[in-house]
């Protein structure tokens, strides 16, 4: 299971089967999903496949996972972000996501959760971090940017590519019209980023 740990103003956390109705609400906002899908995510697919590979763990690098991300002020909850070992290329190699509920937009959210995840792969001896955006979605790619990411690719993603990663569609019937970006940051190159004021979250006690 992931571990729960602290920024200067979030705290990401384990998501938990209780987090149901905020995923829901997340993925139902057509906006939110514009540039991921194009369309809200159905609420049985969220039952039946978003949560679950949220709940699921990685047994060979069980640091990596998705956490649900909420203000330390007040608790409300912002949204997740993930750090996953990249199909095929080994245990050196993390892909980076997030998705975050439009209340926290141009917060300096994304990017502070972002970096301090990026430290927490470098820091579990990955070597590579690689993050992937819609071509359109500036957002998006400014705060890759930020973190000192840069374009290496553009593509076309396969409706099986789609299935596998952000849609969580079981069988997608179209792919974007633009390209996929693929940026990436890699240990050497211009170093990993500061993460800022980081530690792991209190236990809370049970009951």
């Known amino acids: 299971m992931v571990a729960s740990f602290e920024t200067e103003r979030l705290r990401l956390r384990p998501f938990t089967p209780a987090d149901l109705e905020r995923l829901v609400e997340l993925h139902g906002d057509a906006e939110v999903m514009r540039y991921v899908t194009g369309t809200p995510t ?6 039946r496949t978003v949560l679950p590979r949220f709940l699921r763990h990685d047994q060979c690098r069980p640091a990596l996972g998705v956490w649900a991300a909420e203000e ?3 608790g409300a ?6 750090l ?8 050196l190699e993390a892909e980076l996501g997030y998705r975050l509920a439009r209340a926290a937009w141009g917060q300096g959210y994304a ?9 927490r792969a470098f820091a579990l001896g990955m070597r ?5 955006v819609y071509e359109e979605n500036l957002a998006s790619r400014r705060v ?3 973190l000192g990411m840069t374009l290496v690719r553009r593509f076309k993603p396969t409706p099986e590519a789609l299935a596998r990663g952000v849609t969580f569609e079981p069988a997608p019937t179209e792919v974007w019209d633009g390209d996929e970006l693929e940026y ?6 211009s170093g990993p980023p500061a993460a800022g004021r980081t530690r792991r979250a209190a236990r809370r006690p049970a009951g």
């Open 42 to 47: 159905p609420r049985e697919v969220v039952e």
């Open 72 to 74: 330390r002020e007040g």
């Open 77 to 82: 909850f912002v949204g997740w972000f993930s």
């Open 84 to 91: 996953k070992r990249r199909p095929g290329a080994g245990n």
């Open 111 to 119: 990017t502070e959760g972002a970096r301090a995840l990026v430290a």
């Open 128 to 132: 590579r971090v690689v993050a992937n």
């Open 144 to 146: 890759l940017e930020k």
């Open 184 to 189: 990436a940051l890699q240990v050497g190159a």
